[in-house]
Every structure is written in structure tokens, then in C-alpha cells.
């Protein structure tokens, strides 16, 4: 009989379905910690070892997690633009795993996609050479058939791109005090405290969804702040869970970077919806000494229910934020405008390329696991098959339909300009540089495909409900 962590490694599912994140219990008391920061912006080498851990979440009974360097989740790595960083990534576990840099534009064969699968006990040393402007992303296992078990349970990490100049843009830039790195994740516990997973038919069909919020791998923690403007660097790390973001009080959110980096000034929001591996970095005024808390519309995306961007009822805490007035407050005004430059593709008599993201729901995929069918028009992902190729700096129109429910839609290796949704404007959050964006309906992108990336070691193009992409809803292309 398997156990434990031999049924994590073979892909073995664990609980029961859960809907709604709640906290476990009142808020802890305890303080907000940030992932460790490994910078390479000097040192130009970084090495990171997939491991097994254990990891006990609110004091309840200990889980067996997967980390890189630690025992859950791993390092926010701080790497330099402009330069070439050699990276080491080491399998310590039993089964094979990637470290797929979601968000860097680098060439296909040091994407860390399924290509680059490293085998137990194997290393990877990929050169990443950077050339694009500061941004915030981040790096997961993307192992096909095992991406949503081993992202669950712990490979994942937050990257951050940087140029040093964002003391000069005026921007909060003390890691972990006025710059906060936030990995926004959704868990299931079971009585005993233990994280679970299950995978069946209806985490298969809608993606899974967890019954209690984690922010760095923490339950019910509060994120001290100074007296300031802070900046919040936003990680979707969930599998599926899908975030409409405000604050408790209803101040407003000053929205500065999307995926792909600064925006030409700051944008007051309301509200910020967040699909899984998006990116947003906000700045927030506590300059009032006020406390207020980061909260969440629950938002109701299942094919089942037949329901796209609806709520399914109420709000949720995400993090609530306590003002500490002895850290240091840094910055007290926000800037009038930033040096990034909004895409402007001139995308005239660039070709059309369509996609459906198409979901079975025929008998076989109801009654079991092993037969659902998720796929790209109706091609269900296969890693030996090129699905198309591109030529390089050429610039394409990619019309992304969705089947059923809203999918977030990721491209590897580029970055879009998000044209239109459903024939109107994009939201304020989809009007910078984006390399993922929540498909509900019919979403119009300018492509510009900057890196090679060839037949061996393709691209991917896929939904991130990680689910979803485990069964199929997948795709690689060649650029040349």
C-alpha cells in the first residue's frame, strides 16, 4: 500500500470538494512572512533544488509538501534585466519536475517547459538572458499530466525582474517592508489540519477550489505595514480559484504593473479581478494610519452550473493589513507617472489565428476521471505533435474563444497586447503587457513572438486552471 508521500509522487488524490475559502480559524495574530529573497542581480548564478518537506499549516497535523530550497513554495528570485544569469535547478524528489519561468521571454529551450522534464536526481543549467523591462513573475513545475499535484503541493516560487531604478520611479522597494511579494493561493484541510487534495470528476471539470486562503504558504496571518505607501506585488498561485480583489474600506488600489511590467502611471481601481497566473503590483495608501484588509468577491466559474463571471455569494478575507507605525514609510506620495509604455501593436493585415478552449461533457467524462476530454480546437494536447509554427518578430491576431466557463489563457515566451473582450475596451487590468488573460467569452490579442523557441523545445499555449491543462487543454508552437 502506498504511502503518503509515495501517493504524492504517483499522482495519487486525497479530501473531498470543497467551494469556498474561509479561514480555518480567527486571524492567528501572527505576522505575515515573505518568501526568502535569493538575489542574483550581482552574483549572476542562482541554484534551486526541488525537495520534499513537511510543513505544518495552523498548528494543525503536519503535511507532506513539495518546495524549492524549503519545504513549501521556494525563494522569490530577483534577477537583473539587461544581463545573463546561469540558473541550476536539482530533482531531489522521485519523480520528474520543471521549473518553468513564467513570465521571462527567453527562448524556447530554456523555457522550463514539459520539454525540459528533469529526471530524479538530474540537474538543469539553462542561461537565462534577459532584455525585457522590470516585471513581476514566477517559476512552477510544469511537468504535463502532474503540473496541478505538484504546483498544489508546493513548486512554485515568485520571480521578480528588476533594473534598480525603482528608488528613482519613486516606487516602495525594501523587500518585505514597503515592497511586499504576495503568492495568493487556495488549500483544502481536512479535520486534522492536513492540506488534501482531490482530483476527481469535479475538480477534473471546474479546477479545484479550496476552502481556506493561504498568502506565502500561511493561514490567517496579518501583513504589518508602515505608515505609507506600500506596494503589493499579487502572484496568483492557485489552481483555479479566479480573484475579484478590493480592500475592506473601499480605498482605492493604485494598479502600476501588469504581467509584462510598468504601465505609463498609476490607475485607481475599485476592484482587480485575478485569474490564476496572472501578476499585478498595486500601491496602497495607509498614510492615515488606518488598518484595512485585502478581501475578495467569491466568483462562480463552473461548467456545471452553466454560470461565467458570476459571484456565488459574499466575500472572503484574503489578508487583512495592520499598520506598524515603527517600520520605516519610505515613500508618502505616489508618483504621477511611471516609464513604462503601454503596447500600441500595429496589427493591420496581421494574420488571424483562431482558438476554442474546448471542454467535453459527454457521459465519459461525468462518471470518470480517466475519460475527460479537455483540448484546443478539439486537439487534445500531445507533446510529440507541433501544433503550428510562426515566424520570428512576426506579429499574429489571436481570436481566444471560451467553451462553457471563463479560462485563463497563458502563451509562453511573449508577451500581447490584449485588443478587445467580447467586442469592448479591456479592463484596466488587461491594458499593459500581458502574457496571460482570463478568457469569458471572447478575448482579441495583438502576438508578437520576440525569441525563438524550436520543434524540440516549442512553446506552449494553454488554460491555466491547471487542470485543465493536465487534461489536455494544451498546445506548442514553434517559432523560427
Same mark, same amino acid.
Given at each position: 500500500m502506498l504511502n503518503r508521500r509515495q501517493a504524492l509522487l504517483c499522482g495519487a488524490s486525497f479530501g473531498a470538494v470543497a467551494a469556498l475559502p474561509v479561514q480555518l480559524a480567527a486571524q492567528t495574530g501572527e505576522h505575515l512572512t515573505y518568501p526568502p529573497l535569493l538575489d542574483a542581480t550581482r552574483s549572476q548564478q542562482f541554484r534551486l533544488w526541488a525537495q520534499a518537506g513537511k510543513t505544518r499549516f495552523n498548528g494543525?497535523?503536519?503535511?507532506?509538501?513539495?518546495?524549492?530550497?524549503?519545504?513549501?513554495?521556494? +525563494?522569490?528570485?530577483?534577477?537583473?534585466?539587461?544581463?545573463?544569469?546561469?540558473?541550476?535547478?536539482?530533482?531531489?524528489?522521485r519523480a520528474p519536475v520543471s521549473a518553468h519561468w513564467h513570465g521571462l521571454l527567453v527562448p524556447g529551450?530554456?523555457?522550463?517547459? +514539459?520539454?525540459?522534464?528533469?529526471?530524479p536526481g538530474q540537474s538543469w543549467r539553462p542561461v537565462l538572458s534577459l532584455d525585457q523591462p522590470p516585471a513581476t513573475a514566477w517559476y512552477h513545475s510544469h511537468v504535463h499530466g502532474t503540473t496541478a499535484e505538484q504546483v498544489m503541493f508546493g513548486l512554485a516560487g515568485v520571480l521578480l525582474v528588476t533594473d534598480e531604478q525603482d528608488d528613482n520611479r519613486g516606487l516602495p522597494s525594501a523587500y518585505g517592508i514597503d515592497d511586499l511579494t504576495l503568492v495568493l493561493q487556495d488549500r483544502q484541510f481536512n479535520r486534522r489540519g492536513r492540506m488534501t487534495y482531490n482530483s476527481g470528476m469535479h475538480d477534473a471539470m471546474n479546477g479545484f477550489l479550496g476552502d481556506t486562503m493561504l498568502v506565502n504558504g500561511q493561514v490567517g496571518a496579518t501583513a504589518a505595514v508602515p505608515k505609507g505607501i506600500v506596494r503589493c506585488r499579487l502572484v496568483n498561485g492557485s489552481n483555479a480559484r479566479i480573484y475579484r480583489l478590493s480592500l475592506s474600506d473601499n480605498r482605492p488600489m493604485h494598479l502600476i504593473a501588469t504581467d509584462g511590467g510598468y504601465l505609463d502611471r498609476p490607475v485607481a481601481l475599485s476592484d482587480l479581478t485575478l485569474a490564476p497566473g496572472e501578476r499585478a503590483e498595486v500601491l496602497i495608501e495607509f498614510l492615515d494610519g488606518i488598518d484595512c484588509s485585502l478581501v475578495s468577491d467569491n466568483i462562480a466559474n463552473s461548467a456545471m452550473g452553466g454560470m461565467m463571471g458570476g459571484r456565488s455569494g459574499g466575500q472572503f478575507v484574503v489578508l487583512p493589513f495592520a499598520v506598524d507605525t515603527t517600520l520605516s514609510a519610505r515613500i508618502s506620495g505616489l508618483p504621477e507617472s511611471l516609464d513604462g509604455v503601454l503596447p500600441n501593436l500595429d496589427f493591420a493585415g496581421a494574420p488571424v489565428r483562431r482558438l476554442s478552449l474546448d471542454m467535453s461533457m459527454g457521459m465519459g467524462m461525468m462518471m470518470t476521471r480517466a475519460n475527460r476530454q479537455f483540448s484546443i480546437n478539439n486537439v487534445v494536447f500531445d507533446e510529440t505533435a507541433l501544433n503550428f509554427s510562426v515566424a520570428l518578430n512576426s506579429l499574429e491576431r489571436w481570436v481566444v474563444q471560451g467553451d462553457l466557463m471563463m479560462h485563463p489563457f497563458h502563451i509562453h515566451g511573449v508577451r500581447f497586447q490584449v485588443l478587445s473582450e467580447n467586442g469592448q475596451q479591456p479592463r484596466p487590468e488587461n491594458r499593459g503587457w500581458k502574457d496571460t488573460v482570463l478568457v469569458n467569452g471572447q478575448s482579441e490579442l495583438a502576438v508578437r513572438f520576440e525569441k525563438q523557441a524550436s520543434r524540440s523545445a516549442p512553446y506552449m499555449y494553454h488554460c491555466h486552471i491547471l487542470e485543465h491543462e493536465d487534461g489536455g487543454m494544451m498546445g506548442q508552437f514553434s517559432v523560427s
Open positions: 494543525g497535523a503536519t503535511t507532506d509538501t513539495l518546495g524549492y530550497n524549503q519545504d513549501y513554495l521556494g +525563494p522569490t528570485l530577483r534577477l537583473m534585466t539587461g544581463a545573463d544569469t546561469q540558473a541550476e535547478v536539482e530533482n531531489q524528489l529551450d530554456v523555457d522550463g517547459g +514539459p520539454h525540459q522534464a528533469i529526471a
